[in-house]
T-cell receptor, first 113, second 112 residues
């Protein structure tokens, strides 16, 4: 199994509070992704990174920011959480040699009250 | 917007039967992939088919790709209870290299 760790795995927070989700990989893969999964929407790309300090927006990036200061860590921040950001968040990684094949973490379930 | 759309949304069959799931997409692609997700878990890669391939096999899985119709199918033969999961197609659009776009998935239930 690819070495991907997401933390926290579960979090309940209140509207307006900041939240940071962490993705840590031990595979030294170049590409890292944050997706959210919601019923009826499948997985939607929030942000992705193609190298240290190189990030770009995905389909649903509003309200989210990311940072990647080291190859192994990709942080997703909700500056001021809203109830619409209640979701399951998945981190994924992809290596140079792979043809876009993604390896997923186990997910972080976030509930915003 | 979703690039891939799976059909059906849910499928329930008896153990031992074959299961077929379909995926349609909108734009030209580099490749198409299928993933499986067990309840409460992350997605797991099953198989990748390139845009210049028409069919690919992996164990009990058979994937076809028709680029003229912008569609793909995943066939699971001789289904087992352990195949119960959600299945997603994902496309790697040419203009979005290394950015996979997922469909909404097919929920497959194998009844013993």
């Amino acid at each position: 199994d690819a070495g991907i760790t997401q933390s926290p795995r579960h979090k309940v927070t209140e509207t307006g509070t900041p939240v940071t989700l962490r993705c840590h990989q031990t595979e030294n893969h170049r590409y890292m992704y944050w997706y959210r999964q919601d019923p009826g929407h499948g997985l939607r790309l929030i942000h992705y990174s193609y190298g240290v300090k190189d990030t770009d927006k995905g389909e649903v990036s509003d309200g989210y920011s990311v940072s990647r200061s080291k190859t192994e860590d990709f942080l997703l921040t909700l500056e001021s959480a809203t109830s619409s950001q209640t979701s399951v968040y998945f981190c994924a990684i992809s290596g140079l040699a792979g043809e876009g094949e993604l390896f997923f973490g186990e997910g972080s379930r976030l509930t915003v009250l | 917007s979703q690039q891939g759309e799976e059909d059906p949304q849910a499928l329930s069959i008896q153990e031992g039967e074959n299961a077929t799931m379909n995926c349609s997409y909108k734009t030209s692609i580099n490749n198409l992939q299928w993933y499986r997700q067990n309840s409460g878990r992350g997605l797991v890669h099953l198989i990748l088919i390139r845009s210049n391939e028409r069919e690919k096999h992996s164990g009990r899985l058979r994937v076809t790709l028709d680029t003229s119709k912008k569609s793909s199918s995943l066939l699971i033969t001789a289904s087992r209870a352990a195949d119960t999961a959600s299945y997603f197609c994902a496309t790697d659009a040419i203009q979005g290299a290394q950015k996979l776009v997922f469909g909404q998935g097919t929920r497959l239930t194998i009844n013993p």
